[in-house]
């Protein structure tokens, strides 16, 4: 389970090392990827203040949808992890007047807890998100898919000739700078 009670945590602290599974990590319903294993290892202590600290490693497999080719692969995740939480009375209230504030490097990696009760499987889901590449490609060298026909690249050839691009008028002042400067 990665609901922990605050109460139930000792001076020493608790090891964790618990199998990820979709529901305990809040992606029911998840369009962006599919969870196909994992693992999270680390420890868990209380510090000053109510204060959480969590160091461990976040290894999982993600089944993606390759942005190019539209095949299924999966993304292998291995993170260091090393986050604090803080009860939510102590979060900043959003109200008060906006400053210039500098951030430290821990307050990066600060989350919040409510009623006592820490979610991993919610942290765990956040450091998931952050892992996804933007561009989510099978592979560097990925062809893709054959604008015309539609046929994938990577693993068939088709006898499509590249269309003519049709150049667009409005753009016709902004070529000119460019002729110039080419000359």
């Not at 529901?23 to 290892?41: I, K, N, P, S």
């Not at 292998?76 to 109200?95: C, I, N, S, V």
Request: hydrophobic letters at 35%; glycine letters at 10%.
């Amino acid at each position: 389970m990665l609901v922990l009670s605050i109460r139930d945590l000792s001076a020493e602290g608790k090891p964790i090392d618990v199998p990820l599974d979709p529901g305990a990590v809040h992606l029911e319903g998840e369009e962006e990827f599919t969870l196909e294993g994992g693992r999270l290892v680390g420890r868990i202590e209380k510090g000053e203040d109510k204060a959480i600290h969590f160091r461990g490693r976040l290894q999982a497999r993600l089944g993606l949808l390759c942005g190019r080719g539209l095949e299924p692969f999966v993304k292998e995740l291995d993170e260091d992890l090393d986050l604090f939480f803080m009860p939510r009375g102590a979060q900043p209230d959003p109200d008060e007047e906006e400053q210039e504030v500098e951030l430290s490097d821990r307050d990066m990696v600060v989350a919040y807890y409510d009623h006592d009760r820490i979610d991993l499987g919610e942290m765990v889901r956040e450091q998931m998100h952050l892992a996804l590449p933007l561009r989510r490609l099978c592979g560097e060298d990925c062809r893709g898919l054959c604008p015309s026909c539609g046929v994938n690249r990577n693993t068939g050839s088709c006898d499509c000739q590249p269309t003519e691009t049709v150049e667009d008028e409005r753009l016709a002042p902004l070529r000119k700078i460019f002729d110039k400067g080419s000359s």
